[in-house]
C-alpha cells in the first residue's frame, strides 16, 4: 500500500489543476489581505459601536472561511473522482493487478495519497485567512483562543475527507466526467439546503419553516459538507467561556451542528470507503 500512496502522492504533485489552485489561492489571498487592511484600518479612524464592529469582523471572517470552503472542496473534488476511474479506463490496472497487489490497497492507497496532499493545503489556507484577520486587525479582532483555532481547523479536515470519500466511491463505480458532474451537484445542493435551513430561522409561517428546515436537515444527510463549515465557524467564534460570537448572516448561524450529527459525519466517511472497497473489489476491468 505504501507504493501506492507514494505513487499517488507524486501524481498529485503533477497535476495541473494543483498549480493552477494554488495560483488562484495567492491571488485571494492578496485581494483578501487587501480588502482587511483598508477595512480595519475604517475602524481604526473611527469609533465604531462594538455590535457593529463584531457583526463586521463575524462577517469578513465567516465569508473568507466560505471562499477557502470552496476552494478546498473543488480541490478535492476534482482530485479524487478521477483517482480509480481514469486508471481504469487506461488499462493501467490490468498490469498493475497482475502483480501481488490487493484492491483494497489500491483504494485505500489512493484516498491517503490524495489526503496527504490535501491537508497541508487545508492547514496553510485557514491560517492564512486567520493570520490576514489577526494581522491587520490588530486591536479590532477579537482574540481567537488556540483552543478554537485547533478544534475549528480539525473540523476543517472533514470536508476533503468527505470529499474525498465519496468522490473515490464514485470513482470505483462510474466514469470521471459522470463522478464529477454527480459530486458537483451534490455539493450545491448541500448549499442551498444549508442556506435554507438558515432562512428558515426567519420564517414566522411555521409550514415554510418546518419545510424549509427540512430541506436543510435532508441535504446535509445525502451530503454533509455544509454542516462542516458551519461547525468550524462556530467552534472559531466559541470564547473561553463557551459563548459563541457567531452572529447570524446567511453562511454561518449562530447554532452549531450538533455532536451527533458530526459522529454521523465521521461514519458517512467510514461507510463510503467501505463502499469504495466493496465495489472496487466486484468490478470487472
Known amino acids: 500500500m505504501s507504493t501506492i500512496i507514494r505513487l499517488t502522492f507524486l501524481e498529485m504533485r503533477k497535476k495541473k489543476i494543483l498549480y493552477l489552485t494554488l495560483i488562484f489561492t495567492v491571488i485571494f489571498l492578496a485581494l483578501y489581505g487587501t480588502a482587511a487592511k483598508y477595512a480595519y484600518q475604517s475602524f481604526e479612524a473611527n469609533t465604531s459601536d462594538a455590535v457593529i464592529r463584531l457583526t463586521f ?3 469578513f471572517i465567516s465569508m473568507g ?3 477557502a470552503g470552496f476552494i478546498i472542496s473543488f480541490l478535492s473534488i476534482f482530485s479524487s473522482v478521477g483517482a480509480i476511474s481514469s486508471e481504469i479506463e487506461s488499462g493501467t490496472y490490468d498490469a498493475v493487478l497482475s502483480k501481488p497487489i490487493a484492491r483494497y490497497e489500491i483504494v485505500l492507497g489512493r484516498f491517503i495519497g490524495i489526503l496527504l496532499m490535501l491537508i497541508p ?3 496553510f489556507l485557514y491560517l492564512s485567512i486567520i493570520g490576514v484577520n489577526v494581522f491587520f486587525g490588530k486591536g479590532v479582532v477579537v482574540n481567537f483562543t488556540f483552543q478554537a483555532i485547533v478544534k475549528s481547523l480539525l473540523t476543517l479536515y472533514l470536508l476533503p475527507l468527505v470529499l474525498t470519500s465519496i468522490g473515490i466511491f464514485l470513482s470505483c463505480s462510474m466514469s470521471t466526467m459522470a463522478s464529477g458532474v454527480i459530486v458537483v451537484i451534490l455539493y450545491f445542493c448541500a448549499m442551498i439546503g444549508g442556506i435554507l435551513e438558515k ?3 426567519f ?10 428546515s427540512n ?5 446535509s444527510l445525502i451530503m454533509p459538507s455544509d454542516v462542516i463549515y458551519r461547525k468550524v465557524s462556530s467552534l472559531l467564534f466559541t470564547t473561553k467561556s463557551g459563548l459563541n460570537l ?4 446567511m453562511v454561518g448561524g449562530n447554532t452549531q451542528p450538533s455532536s451527533f450529527m458530526m459522529g454521523y459525519v465521521i461514519l458517512y466517511i467510514v461507510v463510503m470507503i467501505i463502499l469504495a472497497l466493496r465495489k472496487f473489489q466486484k468490478r470487472d476491468l
Do not use: L
Open 57 to 59: 469582523i463575524n462577517q
Open 65 to 67: 472561511m466560505y471562499v
Open 121 to 123: 493545503y487545508v492547514t
Open 199 to 201: 432562512m428558515s430561522f
Open 203 to 212: 420564517i414566522t409561517v411555521e409550514t415554510a419553516k418546518s419545510v424549509m
Open 215 to 219: 430541506i436543510g436537515i435532508a441535504t
Open 246 to 249: 457567531n452572529m447570524e448572516n
